[in-house]
């Protein structure tokens, strides 16, 4: 077993940041409810990931009830 210094966090994989980063942007009211978030293709290359990366960052939001997704509409934020 390694040591270690102190309380450590484990790393965390990079569609939690974003997914983070999106409910941050909602709860500020960046995002209001009822309004739609930016399309795939522009969350792709705002945080230059791949379009998996993207989509489980979508499906966390929607777990917790901060999104839905209307087919061929977009993301919105949960009203």
């Not at 390694?2 to 569609?15: A, I, K, S």
């Not at 309004?35 to 705002?46: F, N, Q, T, W, Y």
Request: no cysteine.
């Amino acid at each position: 077993m390694l040591p270690t210094e102190g309380n450590t966090v484990p790393p965390r994989y990079r569609y939690e940041q974003i997914a983070d980063d999106l409910a941050e942007r909602i709860a500020s009211g960046e995002f209001p409810p009822g309004s739609k978030l930016p399309s795939r293709r522009e969350l792709i290359e705002h945080y230059s990931v791949t379009e998996p990366v993207i989509d489980r960052a979508m499906q966390v939001l929607r777990i917790k009830g901060m999104t839905e997704t209307l087919p061929g509409v977009g993301v919105f934020v949960a009203e």
